[in-house]
T-cell receptor, first 114, second 115 residues
């Protein structure tokens, strides 16, 4: 059983397009996250939701909009894609938002903008 | 603000030898510290964490880490490396009791275990 799943696994699109990445977790966790990993493998948090409420919103262009329809899902919509958006995007979840909980990561979505 | 440093981009070790992957941190107060591993084309997997208590923490796949408050370090260790341990390892830190604080990752250390 997949704990944290993401779709699609690969996404190739042209500049200016709008795309979405979906994430689902079946762990019963309350908190979900979006991370961006760049080509140098540097991992940075973008957003975090706790019980469908946005709790972390890093300095991310407002072209990126997360949406959490329920506790088990956190989607990421990206408008007007740019070359610099090319990266691997990881969804993650944790039991709660307390700092002591470990996070469980999805397999990633490799976004390539041409 | 919290930060974490992994001073080595790559660590090379022969199979069967002990391995150490270094991590130092900077945070106000007592930290929550984590190690994650990333295999090629996969998401990160949790290995172990230090929250409080015993400074030596044991985790998955035979890995352990030692919290050293005076040196602000949390090095990852394994007594006998396997070729299958070759992967990218991330140390991460979170400040405790500060509300919705983010987890800050190091830049990663690539571990290469040769047969």
């Amino acid at each position: 059983d997949t704990a944290v799943s993401q779709t699609p696994k690969y996404l190739v699109t042209q500049m200016g397009n709008d795309k979405s990445i979906k994430c689902e977790q079946n762990l019963g966790h309350d908190t979900m996250y979006w991370y961006k990993q760049d080509s140098k493998k540097f991992l940075k948090i973008m957003f975090s939701y706790n019980n469908k409420e946005l709790i972390i919103n890093e300095t991310v262009p407002n072209r990126f909009s997360p949406k959490s329809p329920d506790k088990a899902h956190l989607n990421l919509h990206i408008n007007s894609l740019e070359l610099g958006d090319s990266a691997v995007y990881f969804c993650a979840s944790s039991q709660g938002s307390s700092g002591s909980y470990e996070q469980y990561f999805g397999p990633g979505t490799r976004l390539t903008v041409t | 603000a919290q930060s974490v440093a992994q001073p080595e981009d790559q660590v090379n070790v022969a199979e069967g030898n002990p391995l150490t992957v270094k991590c130092t941190y900077s945070v106000s107060g007592n930290p929550y510290l984590f190690w994650y591993v990333q295999y090629p084309n996969r998401g990160l997997q949790f290995l172990l964490k230090y929250i409080t208590g015993d400074n030596l923490v044991k985790g998955s796949y035979g890995f352990e880490a030692e919290f050293n408050k005076s040196q602000t370090s949390f090095h990852l260790k394994k007594p006998s490396a396997l070729v299958s341990d070759s992967a990218l390892y991330f140390c991460a830190v979170r400040a405790p009791n500060t509300g919705f604080q983010k987890l800050v990752f190091g830049t990663g250390t690539r571990l290469l275990v040769s047969p």
